[in-house]
């Protein structure tokens, strides 16, 4: 049972205009989200978190989006970079459960010069 | 801040030998850290969850006695595959979990490779 999904396998955006990547989830318990990047043979980087208590928060060109009604969040990137190019996880934790992070399949994202 | 080393970075072994992989966090102390497996194209899975000072809960399907975790510090985490196969190749990958947040920090990975 995926209870983290991320259902577009890849995107591909121009270099400077924005990368939507999408995560959506079925635990009505998830408290905490997060996002991270990876690179081939690395491990992930942490890029940016949300509390189930917000519907936002933004760091640099990164802002998630929380919608608990739809059990949907989302990652944008504005403005995009070559640099970006990587593949994106979303992970979601119960607050209870000791961090215990349940992950989404990833998006490769492909920021084209 | 919040760095994770792991290593080695790549061990080659033969099928029937044990491969020790250790995590570490170097700036910060973790009571909890996490291993994860994650197979080509698909996610990362979590194996087991290592607590400092007790005993490893392990992830439904992951054998206990095949995956042995010792948490022996706030800062040193161990994973050994004990009689490894080649069914056991895939990339491993620890997590620290600060003392104070939610947040996971990530060490790059072990490719284990079983002939």
């Known amino acids: 049972d995926q209870q983290v999904k991320q259902n577009s396998p890849s995107l591909s955006v121009q270099e400077g205009r924005i990368s939507i990547l999408n995560c959506d989830y079925t635990?009505?318990?998830?408290?905490?989200f997060l996002w991270y990047k990876k690179y081939p043979a690395e491990g992930p980087t942490f890029l940016i978190s949300?509390?189930?208590?917000?519907d936002k928060n933004e760091d640099g060109r990164f802002t998630v989006f929380l919608n608990k009604s739809a059990k949907h969040l989302s990652l944008h990137i504005v403005p995009s970079q070559p640099g970006d190019s990587a593949v994106y996880f979303c992970a979601a934790s119960v607050g209870n459960q000791g961090g215990k992070l349940i992950f989404g399949q990833g998006t490769e994202l492909s920021v084209k010069p | 801040g919040a760095v994770v080393s792991q290593h080695p970075s790549r061990v080659i072994c033969k099928s029937g030998t044990s491969v020790k992989i250790e995590c570490r966090s170097l700036d910060f102390q973790a009571t909890t850290m996490f291993w994860y497996r994650q197979f080509p194209k698909q996610s990362l899975m979590l194996m087991a969850t290592?607590?400092?000072?007790?005993?490893?809960?392990?992830e439904q399907g992951v054998e206990k006695d095949k995956f042995l975790i010792n948490h022996a510090s706030l800062t040193l985490s161990t994973l050994t595959v004990t009689s490894a196969h080649p069914e056991d190749s895939s990339f491993y990958i620890c997590?620290?979990?600060?003392?104070?947040?939610?947040?996971?920090?990530f060490g790059p990975g072990t490719r284990l490779l079983v002939l």
């Open positions: 635990n009505s318990m998830f408290d905490y």
């Open positions: 997590s620290a979990q600060t003392l104070a947040g939610e947040t996971q920090y």
């Open positions: 949300i509390s189930s208590i917000k």
């Open positions: 290592s607590n400092e000072g007790s005993k490893a809960t392990y």
